[in-house]
């Protein structure tokens, strides 16, 4: 497998794993507000379980695909300027071809 799947692949896992705790600050973020349909969490654990128990587990899950999405374009362009940055950066100033 080639570097940069590599690199997508492992974007894509760090990405979607803390989608959870991102549900849940935004639910306890906007909670407060009065615009959020008036849940009061105290705490996340009940911010957690109020999720579950109105939208279900995939509720925890809510906006995955277009973060997943802005992360992987992002990695691309990140990936993309690193190298070539980094090229120009040898060959101007350590006078080294890559």
Not at 8 to 35: I, K
Not at 41 to 52: H, K, M, N, P, Q
Not at 56 to 65: F, I, Q, R
């Amino acid at each position: 497998m080639n570097a940069c799947l590599r690199f997508h692949v492992a974007d894509v896992c760090a990405s979607s794993c803390p989608m959870l705790m991102s549900a849940l600050q935004v639910r306890m973020q906007g909670s407060g507000s009065g615009a959020g349909g008036g849940h009061n969490y105290r705490w996340f654990l009940s911010a957690l379980v109020g999720i579950i128990k109105t939208d279900g587990v995939a509720g925890l899950y809510k906006g995955v695909a277009p973060t997943v999405a802005r992360a992987a374009v992002l990695a691309a362009a990140e990936l993309a300027s690193y190298d070539q940055i980094k090229g120009e950066f040898l060959e101007r100033y350590l006078a080294l071809r890559c």
